[in-house]
């Protein structure tokens, strides 16, 4: 069953798996390293006071404000990220929890109880289409679902179809086109109910807002015309 009733006005729906990401080529890392010995530590960080003067905190783009410079590690065409002094380490594949572990088993030979948090500064999806705000969102989280998405965007318009929000996304090299039903329960076991980095979300318009755009079409050349007409008489 898709849901069970629990009490009298009370359903509980079954949710989908978190969504934990692997890391891949192209990715950007943040490492920040910490231990006993600050001097020691701050050769591990050379990207701390750039992040901070960057503001890679920045949730989202706006065609004014395009998203900030991502100071990290970009993991190579091989799967690695070269560190100082310990050189280059192979993290494609890896959780940013194994990364941390891996990096931190290097550290051993140059920290004294090092701590390590890997993180992806390149967590981004797409929200387009028939929403209030659509952009370009960076999710610090490295977590987000659809309903979240579409809250950040402003939520859908009232000419959007919700019946039929597509997502595209990569799979193994390919990018796969899926469509999404928000009115019906199935959404919330759905594999695409937690979105992965670089999905693009696309709200279709509806009839009205397909017959809207229909009738603006209609009138502006009656309108250009209309406007030669004064202009010619004005002239006169």
Known sequence: MLYQKTGPGNDTVSVAARYIPVIKVGDVLSVQVSSFSPE????????????????????????????????GYLVSEEGQIELPLIGKITVQGLTNSQASKE??????NYLKEPTVNVRNL????????EVARPSLFSIPSEHITLPEALGLAGDITIFGKRTNVLI??????????????????DLFRS?????HPNDIVYVEPGKARIANADRTYQLVPIILSALSIIAIVVTR
């Open 168 to 185: 595209i996304r990569e799979v193994n090299g390919k990018q796969t086109f899926n469509h999404v039903d928000l009115t019906k329960r």
């Open 40 to 71: 020691a530590t701050a050769l591990f960080n050379p990207y701390t006071a750039i992040t901070a003067l960057s503001g890679t905190s920045t949730m989202q783009s706006t065609p004014t404000t395009p998203m900030p410079y991502m100071a």
């Open 122 to 129: 390149n967590f981004q999806i797409s929200v387009t289409g």
């Open 191 to 195: 594999p695409f109910y937690h979105l």
């Open 103 to 108: 990096i931190r088993q290097k550290l051993l």
